[in-house]
């Protein structure tokens, strides 16, 4: 019997650090697209979302601003 995706992800999940950046790759790895475009895509990305802070269209938001407001979701 094949696992759900939720299973291995809670396993995966439970894994040290090193492993779960290892098994983050390889699954990377094995999208239909090559890295080149992916990183291509992401560096747009990245061009895009600076351009809109730069601009004043967006304000960023710290780590822990982002943290603190899932928690609050989470916990209700």
Known sequence: M????NEVLAEALALPADARVMLAESLLESLDEPAEV??????????RRLAEIENGEVE???????RAGMRARLSK
């Open 38 to 47: 992916v990183a291509e895509a992401w560096r747009v990305e990245a061009h």
């Open 2 to 5: 094949s696992k759900s995706a």
């Open 60 to 66: 960023p938001v710290s780590w822990e601003e982002v």
